[in-house]
C-alpha cells in the first residue's frame, strides 16, 4: 500500500515537469527587464549588497575581478 502511495506521489510530481514551457521571443524582453532579476530593481538593496562587497575586498571597484589586494587570490 505504501509503495502505491509513493508510486502515485512520484507520477505527480514528475508530471510538473512536464509542464514547462519555451519561452517565446516576444517573451524575452519582459524577462530581461532589471525587476526580474534577483534584488529586482531595488537600487538601495544593489548598493548596500556593493558597500559590503568592496568592504570585505578592501578595495574600491573591481566587481568583476578576482583577488581584492589581500593576496588571496
Known amino acids: 500500500m505504501i ?3 509513493y508510486l ?3 507520477v505527480i510530481l514528475l508530471q510538473g ?3 514547462v514551457q519555451d519561452v ?3 517573451e524575452k524582453g519582459t524577462l530581461a527587464k532589471e525587476s526580474m532579476r534577483e534584488g529586482g530593481g531595488n ?3 544593489k548598493k548596500f549588497e556593493n558597500h559590503i ?3 570585505k575586498e578592501a578595495s574600491k571597484g573591481g566587481g568583476g575581478v578576482a583577488g581584492g589586494g589581500c593576496g588571496c587570490n
Open 17 to 19: 515537469c512536464s509542464m
Open 43 to 45: 537600487t538601495l538593496l
Open 8 to 10: 502515485g506521489l512520484l
Open 53 to 55: 562587497y568592496f568592504s
Open 3 to 5: 509503495k502505491i502511495m
Open 24 to 26: 517565446k521571443p516576444w
